[in-house]
Nanobody, 114 residues
Framework: QVQLVESGGGLVQPGGSLRLSCAASGIIFRIYAMGWYRQAPGQQRELVAAITRLGDTTYADSVKGRFTISRDNAKNTVYLQMNSLKPEDTAVYYC????????WGQGTQVTVSS
């Protein structure tokens, strides 16, 4: 059964940076396109970044130029480097396959506030 464990969130001031990690198990990680999603209070979960199994990346317009998704297939891990953070980036961040599995991790809270 797939297990996704996100980490690296926290409280950061506007303009700051965070690096999120997501360790996957129970799947053949290298064959899946992966994504980072976020859900702010009262809003639907949205995809913010995705990476194919070959490393091609796409981003939501709201994070383009500030966030970078990457993966390490040897470690079954996907990362999200977040720079120039804004208060509107505040959300719980999740990873999952680009075509999501039914199972989600607990997510990691990112709060951008002064």
């Amino acid at each position: 059964q797939v297990q996704l464990v996100e980490s690296g969130g926290g409280l950061v001031q506007p303009g700051g940076s965070l690096r999120l990690s997501c360790a996957a198990s129970g799947i053949i990680f290298r064959i899946y396109a992966m994504g980072w999603y976020r859900q702010a209070p009262g809003q639907q979960r949205e995809l913010v970044a995705a990476i194919t199994r070959l490393g091609d990346t796409t981003y939501a317009d709201s994070v383009k130029g500030r966030f970078t998704i990457s993966r390490d297939n040897a470690k079954n891990t996907v990362y999200l480097q977040m720079n120039s953070l804004k208060p509107e980036d505040t959300a719980v961040y999740y990873c999952n396959a680009r075509n999501p599995f039914n199972s989600w991790g607990q997510g990691t809270q990112v709060t951008v506030s002064s």
